[in-house]
Nanobody
Framework: VQLVESGGGLVQPGGSLRLSCAASGLTFGRYSMGWYRQAPGKEREWVASISSFGSTDYVDSVKGRFAVSRDNAKNTVYLQMNSLKPEDTAIYYC?????????????????WGQGTQVTVSS
């Protein structure tokens, strides 16, 4: 199984980025997908989850700014990030959990990507 994130980079405050996570080696439609992030010196933080049926959930700090979606035909999950703030700077990871419902607990995720750096700075 492989999860490969892409789309990170440097963006100014108020800008947007769209992260992608391409999955292979698994039956994508049977997996709940999640996005996590880890800033330097901080613990890993859950950001968003999407169930296999498309139900979503977000940490309060990104509600209204971030949107998670998935394309089961392309085995890909996305994280659209708008109105970015410097505090969004982190390495962003996607993860896959063998579950049809949304998963928040990181210990329930079976597979993780290698991460993509997002830096929000002027």
């Amino acid at each position: 199984v492989q999860l490969v994130e892409s789309g990170g980079g440097l963006v100014q405050p108020g800008g947007s980025l769209r992260l992608s996570c391409a999955a292979s080696g698994l039956t994508f439609g049977r997996y709940s997908m999640g996005w996590y992030r880890q800033a330097p010196g901080k613990e890993r933080e859950w950001v968003a989850s999407i169930s296999s049926f498309g139900s979503t959930d977000y940490v309060d700090s990104v509600k209204g700014r971030f949107a998670v979606s998935r394309d089961n035909a392309k085995n890909t999950v996305y994280l659209q990030m708008n109105s970015l703030k410097p505090e969004d700077t982190a390495i962003y990871y996607c993860a896959a959990a063998r579950s049809y419902v949304k998963v928040v607990d990181p210990s329930r995720y079976d597979y993780w990507g290698q991460g993509t750096q997002v830096t929000v700075s002027s």
